[in-house]
């Protein structure tokens, strides 16, 4: 197998938790993945930190096998990338400071094993997993969670924090229709108008992952969300298909499927062929351990109801669309995503009609309005919203 995802949830939150788990870790030290690799190349280190939750990217040129470990005194982790040189403009040192990680390292360990250390601060979750097209390693550590009962609680911390993901940019212009309408410039355009429409309600923190025309590597743009701690994530998207008569609307949350049409929706997004989408599909392993990341407090129920409520108010609001529905497949950019997060392919560029639409401002703008009216159902869904609006009613100041 060339591809995989592994997580490893571990807790160092005491000394005395330590002895009982690192028995479990010296077990779970080698993770054997793609046998392929040989002579791949360390490209790129890259990083996304926050006090709360970092994310560290090993750009690879090819898939790798690797082994981890953790040791103490100082703590830290490690990864031994097998069979694998490091670039000599890569750049290896990195002081971090954010609670969690001290710094991250890297180098040539042996002639043929490069050694990526994190030196941890304060770390209370560790997950990994490869991803392909370009190989990368992605870390995701955890510090200490925030009490979000207390600050959702808090009337000034109530103001909800949506980031927006207009996707593809720069090099990818995502799907392109008959008319070279581009996909990227079209959802760009959509974030924008969003941020723009629902900044101007004051309930509304509003954050894009891109507000121009660059490109950015899906791995980062859930790093954007999950550092700014945001209550949703909605990545935007123009859906293709090389049936030139598919249209329509649908939107996808993060899991397992064996619907074939979600299966090459995915594989498209993901830029890896059908074949690798079907392979990592059908991998029980990633499968559970994206089940178990999903039912972790209730993201997989809330990314179904966000999902639904924006579903259906862009299927409401744009007539004459075809309803494909909720849908579900393994979306890189919704790996690691720490709260509900959605993907909406809002039509397709693939279909003269619909290009034609997705080229006009007020489709656009409809689009947009769909969106912001999908997200803000959801919120009125939640106690907690319902709870702002209480408080107004008595007259009371949120900001
Ligand atoms: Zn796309």
């Known amino acids: 197998m060339r591809f995989g995802e592994h997580q490893l949830f571990f807790n160092l939150l005491r000394k005395k938790k330590r002895l009982i788990f690192f028995p479990l870790l010296c077990l779970m030290i080698f993770f054997p993945f793609a046998g392929h690799a040989f002579g791949a190349k360390v490209t790129n280190i890259n990083y996304w930190s926050s006090s ?32 694998v040189t490091i670039e000599k403009e890569v750049k290896t040192s990195f002081p971090i400071g954010d609670g969690i990680l001290k710094s991250i390292r890297a180098g040539q360990y042996t002639p043929s094993t490069v050694r990526v250390v994190l030196d941890i601060e304060h770390l209370t979750d560790c997950k990994f997993f490869l991803l392909e097209n370009p190989a990368r390693l992605v870390i995701d550590v955890y510090g200490k969670h925030t009490d979000t009962v207390k600050e959702k609680s808090d009337f000034l911390a109530v103001k909800r924090r949506v980031v927006i993901d207009a996707g593809h940019g720069g090099h990818d212009p995502g799907a392109v229709g008959l008319r070279k309408l581009y996909e990227k410039d079209v959802v760009l355009d959509i974030a924008l108008k969003v941020k723009k429409i629902l900044s101007a309600d004051p309930l509304y923190e509003v954050f894009l992952t891109r507000e121009k025309d660059v490109f950015l590597p899906l791995e980062a743009r859930t790093a954007i969300a999950n550092r700014k701690n945001a209550d949703l994530f ?166």
């Open 52 to 83: 709360e939750y970092t994310r560290v990217v090993i750009e690879l040129s090819d898939s790798v096998n690797f082994s981890k470990n953790l040791l103490t005194n100082p703590d830290r982790l490690y990864f031994d990338l097998l069979d």
């Open 234 to 399: 909605v990545s935007v998207h123009a859906n293709a298909s090389p049936r030139r008569e598919a249209k329509g609307i649908e939107t996808y949350l993060l899991n397992w499927t064996d619907d074939e049409e979600a299966l090459r929706v995915a594989a498209r997004e993901n830029k890896i062929t059908l074949k690798q989408m079907r392979a990592m599909n059908k991998q029980m392993d990633v499968v559970d351990i994206i089940k178990s990341d999903l039912m972790r407090e209730n993201k997989r129920d809330e990314s179904i109801k966000l999902a639904n409520y924006i579903q259906r108010s862009l299927v409401s609001q744009l007539e004459e669309q075809n309803d494909l529905g909720v849908k579900q497949a393994l979306f890189y950019v919704l790996f690691g995503a720490r709260m509900p997060s959605v993907l909406a392919e809002v039509s397709f560029i693939s279909n003269l009609e619909e290009e034609r639409l997705l080229s006009q401002d007020d489709y656009r703008m409809k689009i947009a309005g769909s969106i912001i009216v999908g997200i803000k159902k959801y919120f009125e869904s939640t106690p907690t919203l319902q709870r702002v609006v209480e408080l107004q009613n008595e007259g009371l100041h949120y900001r």
